[in-house]
């Protein structure tokens, strides 16, 4: 399994409007991405306009075949970059050494779209 972590500074002020598009474009429209098996949103805790999209994949044929997608390049990208100011990072990695839990909602994750 791949983990992909994209990190981005994001304007002042614009948390709440950026956490909204992620979740109208990439948590409402991707849910059936081919190989992915769970993202994450991250707000720092000491940088509030930084924040770190963290996605797991079965393969990196498989995330970057989502990087190339016409999905990605004409409904994510756009609805996401007007928030990103500066700097923007991707990197990724082949998952070596997993611990996780499940709960009450289920493996590692809320629902599509829930709140923490």
Known sequence: MIMRIARGKLHPGSWRAFE???KATVVAKGAEVDGIRGR???QDDDDPET????S????????W?????????????P???PYVVGEFTTTCGEMRVIQAWEDELG???LPSGGEL
């Open 20 to 22: 909204q598009a992620y």
């Open 40 to 42: 994450w949103l991250v």
């Open 51 to 54: 924040c770190y999209a963290v």
């Open 56 to 63: 797991l994949w079965d393969s990196g044929e498989a995330m």
């Open 65 to 77: 075949g989502y990087e190339q997608s016409a999905f990605y390049l004409q409904e994510v990208l």
């Open 79 to 81: 609805a996401l970059t």
């Open 107 to 109: 493996p590692y994750a």
